[in-house]
């Protein structure tokens, strides 16, 4: 079988496995996904490959039935983000879908013509292949613009600093969730609480592990995957678990705990420490520049007598800060009369990195030239710091970032979900 892009999560692995089924004809429609539609070729494609996934596990699958209802969940997932994304004006060119293939084909070890061959063995048809490549493209596109209006203020940063103190440990959990709809009645609650319960009894009593119950019982889009969570610090884990997390054991399991989402069973996996031992002491530069880029094609001489007729009036008396701010092609910089801010000394490149450290603070360098053109710059300071304290507040604006993501973006998937028009015609759901 051939693997897929690691940024690819699920749409690029339904073309598994499926030679038999390639030659069934298309029988019918699984489900109708607003002006969409899901074929059951396409249900029992995907339905194939996940069985192929648990080749000698197949005991920790759940019964047939409830494997392809969670398997057309995730497919209506993908056909309700495409669409969205679409409706953006998001478009995936051919371009990219060529880049795509031709990454996995290196990741297999195949050029370009071996991997259609390799499709052609496998019964899967390219442009069924082009088509999942595209739509999960298009997924995690709209993942990204997602995640890009995520806002942290270093408040947040601040506060999950303080939670880590006395150590950076991580955990590694597992959960299941039993959800509930948008403004869930009482008796969906009552019914979903009931479910939960139920789950919790068989585990409590050893009838089954935590992770077949996951994959058998749990709503979590992470459900196949024996609701694996990963490793986790607590900057990433929502603060009403944080506590409860840090007094666990490992292979403890709480719950039921109800959430936004709805019931869920937690359980503690492991528990690592990636405690820094001792400070990281690195040296930062501010300093402000001067920059005329060379021309894409063609001799760079009048970019060089120009940076050259700067540094003279520089050296003659003239103010380098409102030099920068008139003559610098620096947009970003220019404004601020050439101030580049603090930063390490690799920052910008090898070239001008070496440039700013070999000056002494006020110093202008001579004329020199990097990819982005000729520069001259001047030193304003320089500043030990603590690298471990920055590579902290760093990695803490990320988790929590991804935290908050992670929670925006479930809610904005059950939103998406329920005001859609969903009619499913197989099986029990159906109608």
Known sequence: ??????????????????????????DRIAAVVDEDIILQSELDRAVVNIRAQYAGREGQLPPANVLQRQVLERLILIKLQTARAEGTGMRISDEEVNAAMANIARQNNM??????????????????????????????????????????????????????????????????????????TAEQIATGQKKIEGIKALLDKGEMEFSAAAVRYSDSPNALEGGDLGWRSLDQIPTSFGNTIRTMQRGQIVGPIRGASGFQLLKLEDVRNEDATGAQMVTQYQARHILIRSPENGSDAAAKAKIDTLLARVRGGADFAEMAGKESEDTASRTRGGDLGW?????????????????????????FKTQAGWHIVQRVGSRQINATDENRRGKAREAIGQRKFEAEWERFLRQMRGEAFIDIRIGADAG
């Open 111 to 184: 050029t370009a013509d071996q991997l259609r061959q390799q499709l052609a063995r496998d019964g899967i048809a390219l442009g069924d292949f082009r088509s999942s490549l595209r739509e999960e493209i298009t997924v995690q596109r709209l993942r990204q613009r997602f995640a890009q209006q995520v806002d942290i203020s270093e408040a947040e940063v601040d506060a999950a600093l303080a939670l880590q103190a006395g150590g950076d440990a991580q955990y590694r959990l597992a959960h299941i969730l039993v959800a509930l709809p948008e403004g869930a």
């Open 1 to 26: 079988m051939i693997r897929s892009l690691r940024r690819l999560t699920f749409a690029a692995l339904l073309a598994g496995s499926f030679s038999a089924l390639a030659q069934q004809p298309l």
């Open 343 to 367: 930063f390490g000394q690799d920052d910008f490149g090898p070239e001008f990195g070496g440039q700013v450290a070999a000056l002494s603070d006020g110093q202008v360098s001579s004329a």
